[in-house]
């Protein structure tokens, strides 16, 4: 039988199935750079956005909040310059995957002679490898790359990879600009609701709710209109919209930018020592529906890396409320989940872990071989080694002075103790150490 050549009438139905079903803040995307709305300095005569349209595309980086545009600005360059358009997340992506996109692009050039903007959602989390194997299809133009991130790219992205790419500042949705999205979804409700009415406050409520999130906004309103389905009402009313932001005051889309924007508001406040802040934000993950052993995973790294041997029990109570949650879950674990949290930030802070980790990949980078002393070596298969280990259990409080590295690291030092919390006897033994002959072994 011959291969059809018409139409897919099964493909185009279920196309039609999934965009009716899709959420409103997808079937409201703009289209062209005029409808994106909030963005005036990018899509203004003079902006970037207008200009890399009408001119010719490049690699961007797009960084800005959540919700503001940036995915959509991306769609919007890819069907200007007639490109096609792929996407990766950097959540669940590696080098292979970028290998194969790159690939499938260099592919394309030669059978079609179209190009391929690449766009890569949470780009700061790729670590520093995986930005680097961007570097050559982005140089030679395999791809263009458009990076989403609502981190500072200066501090989240490689400089290699900055150099590349424009780095393109999206802002906040304004007030003006929210109530024009959602007077624009509104005006095309029978698309997505039916012919209803609402009162005149809600739209106005809603973008002062939503925090410069267009995104949250249309998500607001379109989980209104359903309260209103619910209750076969005649129209919207604030009494439905206040039922919403009761019900969804804390959500966030949990693998998306506000999960990992309140993520990092969380450590932030750890870090910095602010207990109730700390609290806060670790409410606000569990209240927007967050797996808590995330949540508990992220404190067991941190009591190691902004507190670490400056408090070791530290890590004792982040280990603790991951037993207590696997033991007992929620909500009884929420207690031992805020004993490590306030733990943790009232802890002295010490990065001491992490900062001899770099060192020590310096080390291992520069002297990657170096011979073990003789007197350390393994005498079951060198019984002949003549040089003698001192067994520090024999000498006065369990200390001899010898040798432990190779010689070549002498004027080396990988780990240095902050002057914090326990540290600071850390500090006092290893500086009276460093000083002491071996004869006299100091506590």
């Known amino acids: 039988m011959p291969k059809s050549t018409g139409p897919d009438l099964f493909s185009d139905a279920g196309r039609r199935d999934r965009e009716n079903a899709a959420p409103l803040a997808w079937r409201m995307r703009p289209t062209t750079l005029d409808e994106l709305a909030g963005q005036d300095h990018l899509t203004g005569p003079k902006g970037i956005l207008r200009n890399l349209v009408e001119h010719r595309l490049r690699s961007a980086i797009f960084y800005g909040p959540a919700g503001t545009g940036k995915t959509t600005a991306a769609g919007i360059l890819s069907r200007a310059g007639r490109m096609a358009f792929s996407t990766l997340s950097a959540v669940e992506s590696g080098a292979s995957d970028i290998r194969q996109a790159a690939e499938r692009a260099r592919q394309r050039w030669g059978t079609d002679g179209q ?5 890569v959602d ?16 982005v140089e030679d133009g395999t ?7 609502t981190e500072n790219p200066w501090a989240a992205l490689n400089s290699a990879l900055i ?7 999206f802002k906040a949705l304004g007030l003006s600009a929210l109530v024009s999205l959602l007077n624009r979804a509104w005006e095309r409700r029978r698309d997505w609701w039916r012919d209803g009415t609402i009162d005149a406050s809600v739209l106005d409520h809603i973008a002062r709710r939503s925090g410069g999130d267009g995104r949250l906004a249309l998500t607001i309103l379109e989980r209104t209109a359903w309260v209103a389905d619910a209750e076969d009402a ?29 993520t990092s508001a969380l450590i932030k406040s750890i870090r910095g020592s602010d207990p109730d802040a700390a609290l806060y934000w670790m409410g606000r993950l569990l209240a927007g529906g967050d797996d808590p052993k995330y949540l508990v995973r992220r404190l ?10 400056a408090d070791s029990s530290a890590m004792q109570a982040a280990s603790a409320a991951w037993t207590a949650l696997n033991a007992v879950g929620l909500p009884e674990a929420r207690i031992p989940i805020a004993h490590a949290v306030l733990h943790l930030a009232l802890a002295p802070k010490s990065n001491s872990v992490v900062a001899a980790l770099a060192k020590l990949d310096g080390v291992l980078a520069r002297w990657p071989n170096l011979e073990v002393p003789d007197h350390l070596r393994d005498r079951h298969y060198r019984p002949d080694i003549r040089a003698v280990y001192q067994y520090p259990h024999d000498y006065p409080h369990h200390f001899v002075s010898q040798r432990y590295l190779p010689s070549e690291l002498d004027a080396v030092t990988i780990y240095e103790p902050s002057d914090e919390g326990e540290e600071r006897e850390i500090q006092r033994r290893q500086t009276l150490r460093h000083f002491s002959d071996g004869d006299e072994n100091p506590v």
């Open 115 to 119: 190009g391929t903007l690449l766009f």
């Open 122 to 137: 949470e780009i700061h989390r790729f670590n520093k490898a995986q930005q680097d194997v961007l570097l050559p299809y």
């Open 163 to 169: 150099s590349r790419c424009l780095l393109v500042e």
């Open 300 to 309: 067991l790294v941190h009591a190691s890396e902004d507190i670490g041997l």
């Open 234 to 262: 005649a129209g919207i009313a604030m009494e439905h919209l206040n039922r919403v932001w009761e019900d969804s005051a804390h959500y966030h889309d949990t693998g998306g930018d506000r999960h990992y924007d309140i």
């Open 143 to 149: 791809i263009v790359l458009v990076g989403a991130t």
